[in-house]
């Protein structure tokens, strides 16, 4: 079992950016197609980010496409999501998940495919 911990928020103006951390520990993150979501209050968990074990793979909401970029170095076990011209509307809790399966271009972007949960980072993008 792994557990994540996500790093990395904090308050922004808008235009601004951040680069979010989740660190796991407990296993090696290479097992796990990693990805970021995000909640704001009275919404649902949202989609944000996902990379396959290797890297290799990577896709994006089209909320956030080109704007932000994950990655992971799986020596330092550690996934990454860099995030620039922040928007209010990115406003959110980001939280980092596993999934022990191979990507899968069908089901990446349903949190239910996920193994693991981070508890979280707030984000606030200011205007």
């Known amino acids: 079992q792994v557990q994540l911990v996500e790093s990395g928020g904090g308050l922004v103006q808008a235009g601004g950016s951040l680069r979010l951390s989740c660190a796991a520990s407990?296993?090696?993150?290479?097992?796990?197609?990693m990805g970021w979501f995000r909640q704001a209050p009275g919404k649902e968990r949202e989609f944000v980010a996902v990379?396959?074990?290797?890297?290799?793979?990577?896709n994006y909401a089209d909320s956030v496409k080109g704007r932000f970029t994950i990655s992971r170095d799986n020596a330092k076990n550690t996934v990454y999501l860099q995030m620039n011209t922040l928007k209010p509307e990115d406003t959110a809790v980001y939280l980092c998940a596993g999934d022990r399966g191979l990507y899968n271009e069908n089901y990446y972007f349903r949190s239910q495919r996920y193994d693991y949960w981070g508890q979280g980072t707030q984000v606030t993008v200011s205007s």
């Open positions: 407990g296993r090696t993150i290479s097992s796990y197609t």
């Open positions: 990379i396959s074990k290797s890297g290799s793979i990577t």
